[in-house]
């Protein structure tokens, strides 16, 4: 089936892509900043920490997230359709497979997968150094997350509960994150097929990441916490224990729908703009 | 739409970027077989013309098909059309054969056998092993033709195909384009500025200014030769109007040169001026009549 092997070809394409390097680098840094984190708390609490911590550490630190790791998406799995369109590659591929909208699919699938790829580069990264620095991995459930944020002056950990699973949890994490990274990464790249440059998408999601963080950090607009993508991206906005925290529910359902919103959007830009 | 036999087959494309008219009323057609060129400066519509018929542009306005594919705005299908565009791009980390496998993988209709027949074919297959990153613009524009011509598609729209290739690489390039119209049956269709090439290679010509058809003709289509000759001795002009087969004659530069117009084959022109006593000093064949319509048509020099 032509689409099957269009995405087949999107995916070798991003596999192939030396920005990976970029990727790898962003992640550890982002594990390595992390783990200094982990450090302190741990000290701090007097309670020794894990390997998983190190992870969930990573991946609920919005400048680490929001700042590092989205971008570095970006600049992989959303460039390729601007340069595409720039370099005229996208009229191979287009004559061959005979449809814009399976372009499009191709693309969004490749980013979906370039989504789940970049979680495991993290998360790779974060046990690394979490191992590298002497913490063990464990399914037993963390004693640092169990300790209140008071006491560790973090609020890094996911839902906490006796009894949880880290590596549920952790697997947890980074599906949430694939769905968060491939619904604000298909919307970036709808807007690259309307404007195709192929810095636009990294340099739009890292914009809106800071631009969102200043309003929530200074405007403290209950409403705007609903729309916000800071507070819908982190984990650890969902702690049940934490007044005025979210559901895990409500956060999937709005990334499902700016996925959706960028999917469609996207379809419909390339439809009507030349390519 | 109703089948016309032809592979290309538009009327009254239209195209408008804001208030621009790119392409204003154009009509073009392309048969099984036939190479055609289209010449015209810079901006005058050649590059958005092709970009409607591979299907990457969508015009404004218009009808007709391409292989039997609709053209005109909102159309959801683009025809399977062998493309090679003005500046050829790849995956630049991969070789020349695995960008060809990562292509053909689409439709998934040709194997290793043929990539590798293509790649001999335009002369890529002793360095095809180099990444791409490291290719000559000369060997990326026989890796793009190799990637327009190894499905073998019933058409190809080829923009500049020439662009930075040496001269055995043009002259390779004539005979595959050549060969693909003869002997595969297939439809050319190319955008060149350079004047002698589209001459040389092509059946029709479509010359194209400010969006719109202003000539097409048939290069050499009268059948007579043009001819330049220098004499020995600037007297004798007068002996070269009464040979057989000459039909027009017109002094250029100097006292000497001419330029002729020949109903007969360019031997059988010098075995006519040596029997009429002609003593020649030079021979050449005109450089050619598409240069000295587009002088004329467009206005200025080509």
Known sequence: MTIGRMMLLELRRMAVSPRWGIVGAVCLIAAWLAESSVRVAAINSHVPAGAEDVYLATANNLMLVGCLALPAFALV??????????????????????????????????????????????????????????????????????????????????????????????????????????????????????????????????????????????????????????????????????????????????????????????????????? | MAETGLLVDVRDVRMVFGKKRALDGVNLSVGSGEVVGLVGPNGAGKSTLMRVLSGTSQCTGGSGHVLGTSIGSGRRRVPFVGVMIERPTFVETLDGPSNLRLLAGIRGEIGDDRIDEVLELVGLSAAAKARV????????????????????????????????????????????????????????????????????????????????????????GTGHARIRLELADARQAHLVSACDGVLSTQEVAQPGQLTIEASIAVPDLVIALVNAGVRVEAIFRHAGRLEDVYRQKVGRDA
């Not at chain 1, 150094?129 to 399914?139: C, D, E, K, L």
């Not at chain 1, 800071?230 to 005025?244: G, K, Q, R, V, Y």
């Not at chain 2, 190319?190 to 048939?218: K, P």
């Open chain 1, 77 to 275: 799995a959303t460039g390729s359709l601007a340069a595409d369109r720039s370099s005229g590659f996208v009229t191979l591929t287009l004559c061959r497979v005979g449809r814009r909208s399976c372009v499009w699919i191709a693309k969004v699938v490749a980013l979906i997968g370039g989504a789940f790829i970049t979680q495991l580069v993290l998360a790779a990264t974060s046990y690394m150094v979490a191992i590298y620095a002497g913490y063990t991995p464990s399914y037993s459930p963390s004693a640092l997350a169990l300790v209140p944020i008071s006491e560790t002056s973090m609020s890094l950990f996911a839902p906490a509960l006796p009894g949880d699973d880290q590596t549920l949890r952790v697997l947890a994490a980074m599906g949430f994150l694939t769905l968060a990274f491939s619904a604000v990464g298909t919307l970036a790249l709808a807007v690259s097929v309307r404007w195709p440059n192929e810095f636009l998408p990294p340099a739009l999601l890292l914009g809106v990441v800071v631009f969102d963080w200043l309003i929530v950090r200074f405007s403290h607009l209950g409403v705007f916490d609903r729309i916000s993508l800071s507070a819908h991206l982190l984990e650890s906005t969902h702690i049940s224990t934490l007044p005025d925290s979210m559901s895990w529910a409500s956060s999937v359902a709005y990334f499902a729908v700016v996925m959706i919103l960028g999917a469609v959007g996207g379809w419909w830009l390339l439809e009507r703009y030349d390519v």
């Open chain 2, 133 to 220: 990153r490291n290719y000559s613009q000369g060997m990326r524009q026989r890796l793009s033709l190799a990637q327009a011509i190894m499905e073998r598609p019933r058409l190809l729209v080829l923009d500049e195909p020439t662009n930075g290739l040496d001269p055995d690489g043009i002259i390779e390039m004539r005979a595959i384009l050549r060969g693909q119209a003869r002997a595969v049956g297939c439809g050319v269709l190319i955008s060149s500025h350079l004047l002698a090439e589209v001459e040389a290679v092509c059946d029709r010509v479509v010359l194209i200014e400010r969006g719109r058809v202003r000539d097409e003709f048939r290069p050499g």
